[in-house]
T-cell receptor, first 114, second 112 residues
Framework: NAGVTQTPKFQVLKTGQSMTLQCAQD?????MYWYRQDPGMGLRLIYY???????DKGEVPNGYNVSRLNKREFSLRLESAAPSQTSVCFC?????????????FGQGTRLTVV | QKEVEQDPGPLSVPEGAIVSLNCTYS??????FMWYRQYSRKGPELLMY????GNKEDGRFTAQVDKSSKYISLFIRDSQPSDSATYLC????????????FGAGTTVTVRA
């Protein structure tokens, strides 16, 4: 019963480096999301994919890009990492409309940019 | 001003006490209201989901929504040490139910 699986769990990057965070869900959910969590700020939406083949910007998309590879997988890419991107990144998924607010989260990736 | 305000605490209570958590919000269009529980170094997990004003009960947990006051609450009865976690409120407007707006979270410690 895996749910939402993210890799890696921890990552340290140097300023300017690039990397991709991977996310996969096995619940046959249509919608997938990437959030970031910063101390005292709750979770903020980076990007979302309402369904396979579509992606849209959330509240804090700058410095990130996403790819919805298929229904199961949704990756987050940092093209040129910046210290302001130090945060915990969470991938989430949710089922069909009228249930989309019920998001299921992965365990998170602790990202540090030095 | 943030759309969703939540007292960050921390809140420390003895085992068996009632825990009361609150959030206020500014967007009167919010329609779905959720409470998530997040254990340390884990992802949030959905605890309660409500659609309208009123109360919803699930075991020791009760969620209240007062849309006229733009105020939601979560009550935990007979609190246990295993309830020690950060509790996040979240809400979303109709037609954009994928855009969750989160509170900052309240950290709760239940002392044995």
């Amino acid at each position: 019963n895996a749910g939402v699986t993210q890799t890696p769990k921890f990552q340290v990057l140097k300023t300017g480096q690039s990397m991709t965070l991977q996310c996969a869900q096995d619940m046959n959910h249509n919608s997938m999301y990437w959030y970031r969590q910063d101390p005292g700020m709750g979770l903020r939406l980076i990007y979302y994919s309402a369904s396979e083949g579509t992606t849209d910007k959330g509240e804090v998309p700058n410095g990130y890009n996403v790819s919805r590879l298929n229904k199961r997988e949704f990756s987050l890419r940092l093209e040129s990492a910046a210290p302001s991107q130090t945060s915990v990144c969470f991938c989430a998924s949710s089922p069909l409309e009228r249930e989309r607010a019920k998001a299921f989260f992965g365990q998170g990736t602790r990202l540090t940019v030095v | 001003q943030k759309e969703v305000e939540q007292d960050p605490g921390p809140l420390s209570v003895p085992e068996g006490a009632i825990v009361s958590l609150n959030c206020t919000y500014s967007n009167s269009a919010f329609q779905y209201f959720m409470w998530y529980r997040q254990y340390s170094r884990k992802g949030p997990e959905l605890l309660m989901y409500t659609y309208s004003s009123g109360n919803k009960e699930d075991g020791r947990f009760t969620a209240q929504v007062d849309k006229s006051s733009k105020y939601i609450s979560l009550f935990i009865r007979d609190s246990q040490p295993s309830d020690s976690a950060t509790y996040l409120c979240a809400m979303t407007p109709p037609g954009h139910d994928y855009k969750l707006s989160f509170g900052a979270g309240t950290t709760v410690t239940v002392r044995a």
